[in-house]
């Protein structure tokens, strides 16, 4: 699930925390937002791009589709794709932008994922993982679905940025709870991430079975310098998001013996 701009953050719980996270309550605001702003369009999503590279013919999942901007431009470059996500707010509005062909099914990623083993060459989330206390449970699954040699392409809040909002700062090293009100409209709506350091994620990553391939903190797309020319520079200058290639282990070739 994408983001959009962020304001400072808390470690205190938000005022409405049993709402927190509830992308119901704003889907079209949140969808129209970061459908072509700098953050998403011309940053996060054109990274996830060139990172899942040529994907003609891939099945890949999208895990945390949202409203599908990223899964319509899989799409559009021949992949075959399948969402997931926990809104039915965004998952009613992915339905409006990819019809019937992309399959849809809404789970928290935090549940059992309902396909095969090895269903899919690549998974990708995006600004999902941060979502999550432990992503070992959720790894662990998208592993699962992976065929051997397949992909997770991830990104996440980068931990030094999630650091250095934060009031008071935490303890660097530790897994830690951040609050945000993103405003829509006029109307508050309080947001919880959880910020994990470097050396945590790649651990997770490989407690999971996954072999780490690309660690990238990439700049944004320069068609971004005319259109929006203090936050380009802004970007061009600050870590905002991390992204990783993970890959699942090829199967181990077949032995035998001759006689």
């Given at each position: 699930?994408?983001?959009?701009?962020?304001?400072?953050?808390?470690?205190?719980?938000?005022?409405?925390?049993?709402?927190?996270?509830?992308?119901?309550?704003?889907a079209e605001a949140y969808a129209a937002e970061t459908e072509s702003n700098l953050v998403n369009a011309y940053y996060a999503r054109p990274a996830m791009l060139e990172l899942a590279g040529d994907v003609s013919g891939r099945r890949i999942l999208d895990a945390g589709c949202g409203a599908g901007p990223l899964s319509a431009a899989l799409r559009d470059r021949g992949a075959l794709v399948t969402g997931v996500d926990a809104s039915a707010g965004m998952l009613a509005l992915a339905r409006q932008r990819l019809g019937d062909e992309v399959p849809l099914h809404r789970l928290d990623l935090g549940e059992p994922l309902p396909f095969a083993d090895g269903a899919f060459d690549d998974v990708v989330a995006s600004l999902v993982l941060h979502y999550l206390e432990d992503w070992g449970p959720t790894l662990a699954e998208m592993r699962r679905v992976l065929r051997p040699g397949g992909r997770l392409i991830a990104s996440v809040d980068h931990p030094v940025v999630a650091y250095t909002l934060q009031d008071p700062r935490p303890d660097y090293?530790?897994?830690?709870?951040?609050?945000?009100?993103?405003?829509?409209?006029?109307?508050?709506?309080?947001?919880?991430?959880?910020?994990?350091?470097?050396h945590a994620m790649i651990t997770a990553f490989t407690t999971a079975g996954f072999r780490l391939s690309v660690v990238s903190e990439p700049g944004p797309d320069p068609a971004a310098r005319d259109l929006f020319p203090d936050g380009f520079r802004d970007l061009s200058t600050k870590p905002c998001f991390l992204f990783f290639v993970v890959e699942a282990p090829p199967s181990a070739p077949e032995t035998g013996t001759t006689g």
């Amino acid at each position: 699930m994408e983001r959009v701009t962020d304001v400072p953050a808390s470690l205190a719980p938000p005022a409405d925390a049993a709402r927190a996270n509830d992308y119901d309550r704003f889907a079209e605001a949140y969808a129209a937002e970061t459908e072509s702003n700098l953050v998403n369009a011309y940053y996060a999503r054109p990274a996830m791009l060139e990172l899942a590279g040529d994907v003609s013919g891939r099945r890949i999942l999208d895990a945390g589709c949202g409203a599908g901007p990223l899964s319509a431009a899989l799409r559009d470059r021949g992949a075959l794709v399948t969402g997931v996500d926990a809104s039915a707010g965004m998952l009613a509005l992915a339905r409006q932008r990819l019809g019937d062909e992309v399959p849809l099914h809404r789970l928290d990623l935090g549940e059992p994922l309902p396909f095969a083993d090895g269903a899919f060459d690549d998974v990708v989330a995006s600004l999902v993982l941060h979502y999550l206390e432990d992503w070992g449970p959720t790894l662990a699954e998208m592993r699962r679905v992976l065929r051997p040699g397949g992909r997770l392409i991830a990104s996440v809040d980068h931990p030094v940025v999630a650091y250095t909002l934060q009031d008071p700062r935490p303890d660097y090293f530790a897994t830690t709870s951040y609050t945000f009100d993103w405003v829509f409209d006029g109307q508050r709506v309080p947001m919880r991430f959880w910020r994990k350091p470097l050396h945590a994620m790649i651990t997770a990553f490989t407690t999971a079975g996954f072999r780490l391939s690309v660690v990238s903190e990439p700049g944004p797309d320069p068609a971004a310098r005319d259109l929006f020319p203090d936050g380009f520079r802004d970007l061009s200058t600050k870590p905002c998001f991390l992204f990783f290639v993970v890959e699942a282990p090829p199967s181990a070739p077949e032995t035998g013996t001759t006689g």
